[in-house]
């Protein structure tokens, strides 16, 4: 495995793995909740080969990832994610980039991707369009939709940040399981991961993430206005691919692509794809690849 590098922000010191040429065009791989950077094991080395520098970094919360205060509120909206995104490609000087994410990875890639068009020259949103709308409440959903979310609502309680605390690995792979139903992940696949939700903020980072998004807990003044923004859930208009997995535990998604071709203005291709459920990149590694190969080289 790469060397763990680190680079700092104005508001963190983000520990990421590194393939390829340090001076070749930028791919940042982007983890959700509750994975970490192994989900891109198949895919970085295989783009380093063909040419590309690939930077996989753990989110806010996660492995050696750390806030550079101890003072700082931990928070985790869909802004500050996406605005890690940004901060983290201009520590590393580069101006230019490439986009792949899933679950919080892709929200934070959409979000980058609609705040910055100028400098996301691709990306691969794993999932499809996942900004939310957070100045508002929600109106409830279909029985089976919301009990899908069961952990949102679990950790918006004290006994779901107790639960979080004291049984993160069992939530986790229960997670896991029930997300990719089909998924035959070892033991090891989960040990090689499960360090990264020892991190001191991943409780924090968790549950504020989930609260902000119902409007159960306040986020950063600094983020209002974009907040705002984004709840007019405005289109992505640079060039995309969206991936979903046909083995998802949320449901089998829509082969309609009405919505994602009304969500992405400059949409290349979407794929709903067999043998794989939420953690996507792990399980088909070689769609990940080919979607940033038609988006950067056109074929």
């Given at each position: 495995?790469?060397?763990?590098?680190?680079?700092?922000?104005?508001?963190?010191?983000?520990?990421?793995?590194?393939?390829?040429?340090?001076?070749?065009?930028?791919?940042?791989?982007?983890?959700?909740?509750?994975?970490?950077?192994?989900?891109?094991?198949?895919?970085?080395?295989?783009?380093?080969?063909?040419?590309?520098?690939?930077?996989?970094?753990?989110?806010?919360?996660?492995?050696?990832?750390?806030?550079?205060?101890?003072?700082?509120?931990?928070?985790?909206?869909?802004?500050?994610?996406?605005?890690?995104?940004?901060?983290?490609?201009?520590?590393?000087?580069?101006?230019?980039?490439?986009?792949?994410?899933?679950?919080?990875?892709?929200?934070?890639?959409?979000?980058?991707?609609?705040?910055?068009?100028?400098?996301?020259?691709?990306?691969?949103?794993?999932?499809?369009?996942?900004?939310?709308?957070?100045?508002?409440?929600?109106?409830?959903?279909?029985?089976?939709?919301?009990?899908?979310?069961?952990?949102?609502?679990?950790?918006?309680?004290?006994?779901?940040?107790?639960?979080?605390?004291?049984?993160?690995?069992?939530?986790?792979?229960?997670?896991?399981?029930?997300?990719?139903?089909?998924?035959?992940?070892?033991?090891?696949?989960?040990?090689?991961?499960?360090?990264?939700?020892?991190?001191?903020?991943?409780?924090?980072?968790?549950?504020?993430?989930?609260?902000?998004?119902?409007?159960?807990?306040?986020?950063?003044?600094?983020?209002?206005?974009?907040?705002?923004?984004?709840?007019?859930?405005?289109?992505?208009?640079?060039?995309?691919?969206?991936?979903r997995g046909e083995d998802s535990g949320f449901g089998r998604p829509p082969d309609d692509p009405s919505e994602d071709s009304s969500k992405f203005s400059n949409l290349k291709d979407r794929k709903n794809v067999s043998g794989a459920g939420h953690d996507f990149p792990f399980q088909r590694?070689?769609?990940?690849?080919?979607?940033?190969?038609?988006?950067?080289?056109?074929?």
């Open positions: 495995m790469p060397e763990i590098k680190f680079v700092e922000t104005p508001v963190l010191r983000i520990g990421y793995e590194e393939h390829g040429d340090s001076e070749a065009f930028l791919i940042i791989l982007l983890h959700g909740f509750p994975y970490d950077i192994r989900s891109w094991d198949k895919v970085a080395p295989e783009l380093a080969r063909v040419g590309y520098r690939v930077v996989v970094p753990y989110l806010r919360g996660y492995g050696p990832t750390r806030f550079l205060s101890d003072d700082d509120v931990r928070m985790a909206e869909q802004a500050a994610i996406a605005q890690d995104v940004i901060d983290l490609a201009d520590a590393l000087y580069v101006h230019e980039f490439a986009l792949a994410g899933f679950d919080w990875g892709n929200r934070a890639a959409c979000i980058a991707s609609i705040l910055h068009p100028e400098r996301v020259k691709g990306l691969v949103a794993i999932g499809g369009y996942a900004v939310k709308k957070t100045v508002s409440k929600g109106s409830p959903g279909r029985a089976a939709s919301e009990a899908h979310r069961w952990y949102q609502w679990y950790f918006n309680t004290d006994q779901g940040k107790a639960g979080l605390e004291q049984n993160r690995r069992d939530i986790v792979r229960y997670l896991w399981d029930t997300w990719s139903p089909k998924w035959q992940y070892s033991d090891n696949d989960f040990d090689r991961s499960a360090d990264s939700f020892d991190n001191p903020d991943f409780v924090d980072i968790t549950l504020h993430s989930y609260r902000h998004r119902h409007m159960n807990a306040i986020g950063e003044p600094r983020f209002i206005e974009i907040e705002s923004r984004l709840s007019s859930l405005p289109a992505i208009n640079v060039p995309a691919v969206v991936l590694p070689d769609e990940v690849i080919s979607a940033l190969m038609l988006l950067l080289e056109g074929n």
